[in-house]
T-cell receptor, first 114, second 117 residues
Framework: NAGVTQTPKFQVLKTGQSMTLQCAQD?????MSWYRQDPGMGLRLIHY???????DQGEVPNGYNVSRSTTEDFPLRLLSAAPSQTSVYFC?????????????FGPGTRLTVL | AQSVTQLDSHVSVSEGTPVLLRCNYS??????LFWYVQHPNKGLQLLLK??????LVKGINGFEAEFKKSETSFHLTKPSAHMSDAAEYFC???????????????FGKGTRLSVIA
């Protein structure tokens, strides 16, 4: 199993540009989520999904969109990039959303917005 | 509502000495608690988790943590630090029985562990 994969690994955008961060998992997990990691802030939840066709907002959803058309994929879209979105983005998946389930993390995407 | 406080942003130990990383939590329901480790420029890896079974939890690489409900703590320990333990450590809480049925993780801000030769 490849586990959780993310592309790209690095990305530089200009303010106002849009892009999609890709996330895929091959473990047949129902629950997937996106986090951003900023220095001294830990990881903060952006959006999550409990299954295909179902998404919900996390702690910091503004400026981001998600969709879940398949169990495997959970892309994160930046609609109009801003410097405040410079961060490292992690995708994670687990077999259930209930507390206690181990989350499996991808390697991250390092995004810089100029 | 859930929250996690990691009491030290940076801990420095000598190789071969004990490690203690402190974590306090707040949870409205019965919590699940985790410790994740992140090595430089890497993703996060689960070290150990507590989900209501034994209060002393053993994890990978010799780490363990004890759930103390009376103190709302879940401190991470290791008897003898190794150079490869140098990393960022995150304490994480999730409510196991919230009414919403969906209980995303709440992360602490992290503790950076340095190991001195």
């Amino acid at each position: 199993n490849a586990g959780v994969t993310q592309t790209p690994k690095f990305q530089v955008l200009k303010t106002g540009q849009s892009m999609t961060l890709q996330c895929a998992q091959d473990m047949n997990h129902e629950y997937m989520s996106w986090y951003r990691q900023d220095p001294g802030m830990g990881l903060r939840l952006i959006h999550y999904s409990v299954g295909a066709g179902i998404t919900d907002q996390g702690e910091v959803p503004n400026g981001y969109n998600v969709s879940r058309s398949t169990t495997e994929d959970f892309p994160l879209r930046l609609l109009s990039a801003a410097p405040s979105q410079t961060s490292v983005y992690f995708c994670a998946s687990s077999y259930q959303g209930q507390g206690g389930a181990t989350q499996y993390f991808g390697p991250g995407t390092r995004l810089t917005v100029l | 509502a859930q929250s996690v406080t990691q009491l030290d942003s940076h801990v420095s130990v000598s190789e071969g000495t004990p490690v203690l990383l402190r974590c306090n939590y707040s949870s409205s329901y019965s919590p699940s608690l985790f410790w994740y480790v992140q090595h430089p420029n890497k993703g996060l890896q689960l070290l150990l988790k507590y989900t209501s079974a034994a209060t002393l939890v053993k994890g990978i690489n010799g780490f363990e943590a004890e759930f103390k409900k009376s103190e709302t703590s879940f401190h991470l320990t290791k008897p003898s630090a190794h150079m490869s333990d140098a990393a960022e450590y995150f304490c994480v809480v999730s409510d196991r029985a919230s009414l919403s049925g969906n209980t995303p993780l709440v992360f602490g801000k992290g503790t950076r562990l340095s190991v001195i030769a």
